[in-house]
């Protein structure tokens, strides 16, 4: 669940004057969300059309509310190999990176955690019973933890290879790829200045037209109306925030969080409420406030001591008997 809001809504788009650079803002609606797009340079111009385009594209690809989409032929299909479209540009980047977080989160993060997910009651595909799933059951016949899957070649076609039954779910991914994706596109078109946002990630490249970064406030983990618990302004860089706090379910009684943890197999029950993480690119913060959120704070701090921590800042939220705490790395200490 992404909990970042963006400051500065009120920014419409500007036709300025010749001497001027253009600033543009583009609102709509894409994966389930809504997203928000500013962006400001010499010969900037309207791309919402090649936007639409793109986050078409990409929920073809890897959208799990698409029947039509790659990842939902995959999850359909028994078949151990899968050609994957040519005219696919996302599910290889996006499945190499996952591969990538799964080894270096040992598991926390992992993407054939779908059927879980699903059994859980947080899937796209309602579950078969409103019980408490058979775990064990299910990571044997859907192959969950390992991550026995890759990417092969049958002659001039790129192939997923995989157990049979194997399905995926990179919805602790995908969406944070998507806000590089689009980044990428404005690049493209020689906009060095500019922020991208989709539900809540974030990406943002130089400064306002003001001259000053871009700033944004992370919300407090709490249900009911929204309030900042800190605000910053950053340049060049991605954020994202996962939490475990609003999205959830009651089952016999108890309340389960939409975070499951791969390796149990069960939701997290830990006291980490939110976990926000500043990196290079949205993926990378995406995937990581995701594998955080599983881990925990004190197996999170124990990864940021290690590698992690030389590219990743991260502030996590905690209940320390009903009162919320902070720990952080890099500019959240």
Known sequence: MKKLFILFLTLLTLLS???SPRAHHLKGEAQGTTFSIKYYGDGAADYSEEIAEILTDFDKSLSLWRKDSFLSEVNANSDSVLRIPSEDAYFIPVFEASVEVFRKSKGA???SVYPLVRAWGFGAIPPDSDSIPDVDSLKIIHHIGGLQARIGEI????????????????NGIAQGYSVDVLGAFLESKGMSNYMVEIGGELLAKGARPEG????????KPQDGPRELIDTLTISNAAIATSGSYRKYKERDGKRYSHCIDPRSGYPVEHTLLSVTVLAPTCMEADAYATAFMVLGVEESLKKLNGPFGKKLEVMMIYDDQGENKIVGTGRFK
């Open 17 to 19: 004057c010749s001497t």
């Open 212 to 219: 000053i970064g871009w700033t944004i406030g992370i919300d």
């Open 109 to 111: 993060f992992d993407p």
């Open 155 to 170: 002659g001039p076609d790129r192939v997923l290879k995989r157990p049979a039954g194997m399905q995926l779910d990179f």
